[in-house]
């Protein structure tokens, strides 16, 4: 079972940047695609972005497409999500995800369907002030 590690949260002004990490101990992280997904306080969690787990194929949410960016670094046995132009709306609590490709009868590369993310982290808490 692979343990996961969110980092890199905090507090910023509108328009800031922020740099999550998500690191991985237990398992290699390069067996895995990685999501990152978000929860706001009284609202569904939901997909933020995801990353095959060879770094080849990689996608965000229309929320957050052009501003957020989710990469790898499998020998560092770390995902990335690089948030930029953050909004108020970007507040949550961010998790990372590791789906094992291999547990599914879908073949696809990345999944933003949070049920084939069997592996969580804790999370890491984004707030973003107006």
């Known amino acids: 079972q692979v343990q996961l590690v969110e980092s890199g949260g905090g507090l910023v002004q509108a328009g800031g940047s922020l740099r999550l990490s998500c690191a991985a101990s237990?398992?290699?992280?390069?067996?895995?695609?990685i999501g990152w997904f978000r929860q706001a306080p009284g609202k569904e969690r939901e997909y933020v972005a995801a990353i095959s787990r060879s770094g080849d194929s990689a996608l965000s949410s229309d929320s957050v497409k052009g501003r957020f960016t989710i990469s790898r670094d499998n020998a560092k046995n770390t995902v990335y999500l690089q948030m930029n132009s953050l909004k108020p709306e970007d507040t949550a609590v961010y998790y990372c995800a590791a789906r094992p490709r291999w547990a599914y009868t879908t073949a696809q590369a990345i999944s933003a369907d949070q049920y084939e993310y069997d592996y969580w982290g804790q999370g890491t808490q984004v707030t973003v002030s107006s």
């Open positions: 237990g398992r290699t992280i390069s067996r895995y695609d």
